[in-house]
């Protein structure tokens, strides 16, 4: 498991009690007068780590980073007990406030944009702007996108690599027997079908003509699938069209930084969502879901800009 680390850089480290028997990790890092940035992780389920420092620069932002319910280096591991989206909305209320911020730029991708999204509905006072990648409004048809392989034209092998590892009665619908078996009570079948879901998402994650999946092991930890598939089969716990449908709201600046050729998060949310913000901005990116060198430095320069 990837983790966020402590370096010369952390201000604090520890770990915030936001109810419901839960704690978060938070790590408080960077130029401690800086105004603030709360980076939102990915996933849901993916945690925070050393890599998404790189879209900082520590000698002149301060970063919040967080690790979700259940993730990362927040207890309890693996609980989805008391995990919807309304408990990690009312988390960063929680954050924010033991770190002594009124007011912050919200960056993150893929569900860390939904979240951030879903946040800023909610508590638009409480957002001097956001930063997106990778875009997700939570949409049903955005979850059918990815689990039911509506991107099979431009990765076939790997949807056929995905069916071969689903019995043939439930090809019509892998993902949901797959999400059955990483939610159920059998530990090797959930490592099993975690593993296949896992490697169909990575495969298609980034612009790459190589599908090499890494073999089965034992070890398989399906913690970051479970909570992927709790919020998958729970329609993300938003009501249908809920961001689309409050975008008037979201009156801070929005930019969304999206790949053109995104396979987890098809880029049609990312220019619906466009064309509804009162300050939004869509920057077009030629790359997949993961950011490339030219979306990292894009947004390594926007977060630099609103930070100043």
């Known amino acids: 498991m990837l983790v966020l680390t402590v370096d010369g850089f952390t201000l604090s480290e520890g770990l915030v009690d936001v109810g419901d028997g839960h704690r978060l990790y938070v790590q408080d890092w960077g130029k401690a007068d800086a105004p603030p940035v709360l980076f939102v992780h990915g996933g849901p389920g993916m945690g925070t780590s050393d890599d998404y420092e790189q879209y900082f620069d520590a000698s002149r932002q301060r970063v919040l980073f967080c690790d979700q319910r259940g993730v990362g280096r927040s207890e309890p591991y693996g609980s989805l007990q008391d995990d919807t989206t309304d408990h990690l909305v009312a988390d960063i209320v929680r954050v924010l406030n033991h770190s002594g911020v009124d007011e912050a730029v919200l960056m993150g991708g893929s569900w860390g944009s939904c979240l951030a999204l879903a946040f800023a509905v909610a508590h638009p006072g409480r957002v001097r702007s956001l930063v997106l990648y990778g875009l997700l409004t939570g949409r049903q048809q955005e979850s059918d996108w990815l689990n039911q392989g509506r991107w099979r034209t431009f990765f076939p092998e790997v949807w056929q690599w995905y069916l071969d590892r689903t019995p043939e009665e ?9 999400f059955a078996r990483i939610l159920g009570p059998d530990a090797a079948r959930a490592r099993e079908s975690a593993y296949a879901y ?18 089965f092991t ?15 089969t729970n329609s993300h ?24 050729y995104d396979m987890i998060c098809p880029p049609v949310s990312a220019y619906e969502l466009a064309q509804r913000l009162p300050r939004g901005e869509l920057i077009w990116a030629l790359s997949g879901h993961g950011p490339n060198r030219e979306s990292w430095s894009l947004l390594r320069t926007l977060l630099l800009e609103l930070t100043q």
């Open 237 to 260: 716990f938003l009501p249908p069209d809920h961001v689309l449908a409050n975008a008037d709201r979201l009156t801070m600046p929005v930019y969304v930084v999206q790949g053109r």
């Open 218 to 232: 034992d070890d398989v930890d399906p913690t970051s699938a479970r909570v992927q598939a709790h919020y998958s």
């Open 170 to 178: 439930h090809h019509d619908d892998p993902s949901a027997y797959h």
């Open 198 to 215: 896992t490697t169909v998402d990575t495969a298609v994650m980034d612009l790459d003509d190589r599908f090499a999946p890494a073999p």
